[in-house]
């Protein structure tokens, strides 16, 4: 048995490059939605990196050497910036694949789509986070949303762009999520992540949820893997679930039972049994790519300071003053988050933490300390029965395939 087709590494050394870069652009964005994690405002801000220092960033980018980092352009409302279609055309000049996120507001127009796909975009990635507009857009604080973001998913598919679509799971749409699913099955997409939602910006103030519940949400995106190209962000111990379904698939045990699924597992399942999403349409699941905050993931903000996440706002520098290469490489955030014999608590004690880690931002987002262990999982070291088939599969390695660009 091997973890080929369970976890995926990157094909580059970590320690060296990211596999993606997310620079927010802007902050300025129409929506106020519950969970921003750059508390967006609706006016850019002076120190925003302009066109030039924009450009520079590109450049910065493409020194890490060929193929580039995945470079996704993020907000705020990436719209918002006059020159974004120059730039993404800059990065395609540079070797530098660049894809957009935009937000759902009326900036989002078939023009606009069109405009940025003929500039060179390798695609796009969309927010929805509730199957109907009263779930969607009351998370999203503004009426209107739900629909713009539908057509815009539309649009982008007919012009034959990559859409990935990201869900904010929280409170809000626990119960919704088989419904989403759905959506996501009938419109296309190159892949879903579910987004486990950190304590940072407005997100502070949404209910968290608790270890068993992200266990129960953990393992029904694993099941709707056959159905639509599933991942999940800020929820790196789904890598660990992935290692633990498949072992247990090998030797025919019932998951829910070994695994202590709650309620929450059952309902999912069985929505997802209602809507016809458990026909297993896919032959094989998409495996999670092993990337985390400063391993494989830099975040570059409006005004240019870099960070392992956009959730975790600890600074290593700027790319005005440092090149990006060298932050990466050599600072003391980011060669310290690539190291797992520095996590501490569970995380530290974990024989899955060198393939997943935990969420370094949450962890910090609840307790002030990156290296703490991850409050949303409540994994016992040590506790799941096959450690000897467990061993054997880690000790095999991931598989290095790469499958397309996808946001961490």
């Not at 719209?79 to 996120?101: C, H, I, K, T």
């Not at 796909?117 to 209107?144: M, Q």
């Not at 026909?279 to 400063?294: F, H, I, K, Q, Y």
């Not at 609840?366 to 799941?384: H, I, K, L, Q």
Request: proline share 7%; with cysteine.
């Amino acid at each position: 048995m091997s973890t080929a087709q369970v976890i995926r590494r990157q094909r580059h050394d970590a320690q060296d490059r990211p596999f993606i870069v997310i620079w927010e652009s802007t902050r300025a964005c129409p929506l106020a939605c519950r969970h921003c994690r750059a508390e967006a405002v609706p006016d850019r801000d002076p120190r925003e990196l302009d066109t030039a220092a924009a450009q520079d960033l590109l450049r910065q980018v493409a020194a890490f050497g060929r193929p580039a980092p995945l470079f996704v352009i993020t907000g705020g409302d990436p719209f918002q910036r006059p020159d974004l279609n120059d730039l993404v055309a800059y990065g395609r000049e540079a070797g530098v694949r660049v894809a957009v996120s935009p937000s759902g507001t009326p900036t989002l127009t078939e023009e606009r789509l069109r405009a940025v796909h003929a500039a060179g975009a390798a695609g796009l990635s969309l927010s929805l986070d509730g199957s109907t507009a009263e779930i969607h857009d009351a998370f999203r604080g503004v009426p209107g949303v739900y629909r713009w973001t539908l057509d815009a998913w539309d649009t982008a598919r007919a012009l034959g762009m990559k859409v990935q679509i990201n869900t904010t799971v929280a409170r809000h749409n626990l119960h919704d999520l088989p419904d989403i699913v759905r959506l996501v099955a009938e419109h296309g997409a190159m892949l879903w992540s579910a987004f486990f939602l950190v304590p940072t910006g407005r997100g502070r103030d949404l209910g968290a949820l608790t270890p068993g519940e992200t266990e129960d949400v953990l393992n029904f995106v694993h099941d709707v893997g056959l159905t639509v190209p599933a991942k999940t962000t800020e929820a790196h111990h789904f890598r660990r679930v992935c290692l633990q379904r498949r072992i247990l698939a090998e030797t025919g045990e019932d998951h829910a039972a070994v695994l202590g699924l709650g309620p929450l597992y059952r309902e999912l399942r069985a929505r997802a049994a209602a809507l016809g999403l458990d026909s297993g349409e896919r032959r094989v699941r998409r495996p999670p790519l092993d990337v985390n905050a400063g391993r494989g993931f830099v975040f570059v903000s409006h005004t240019g300071s870099v960070h392992p996440s956009g959730f975790l706002p600890l600074g290593a520098g700027n790319v005005r003053e440092t090149p990006l290469t060298e932050i990466y490489r050599t600072s003391g955030l980011f060669t310290g988050l690539r190291d797992a014999d520095r996590l501490g608590g569970r995380c530290g004690a974990c024989e899955f933490r060198r393939v997943c880690g935990g969420s370094r931002s949450r962890a910090y987002g609840v307790t002030g300390d990156p290296y703490a262990e991850e409050p949303w999982c409540g994994y016992r070291p040590g506790s799941f029965p096959h450690q000897r088939e467990l061993a054997a599969l880690l000790a095999a390695g991931p598989s290095s395939a790469p499958i397309g660009p996808e946001t961490p």
